[in-house]
């Protein structure tokens, strides 16, 4: 899974943490198909 958002949103509101807060940033699945622009973080664990 992913964290998506679009880097003109994330300059807009300054911080992953501040998006996150807003419910600006997504979740994606490993089907999801990368757009321009978009700022991933990626998660994973072991």
């Excluded at 943490?17 to 973080?41: P, T």
């Amino acid at each position: 899974k992913s964290d998506i958002i679009p880097v003109s949103e994330l300059l807009t509101i300054g911080s992953m943490k501040q998006a996150r807060e807003k419910g600006r940033v997504r979740i994606e699945g490993r089907d999801y198909l990368v757009g321009d622009g978009d700022v991933i973080h990626f998660r994973f664990s072991r």
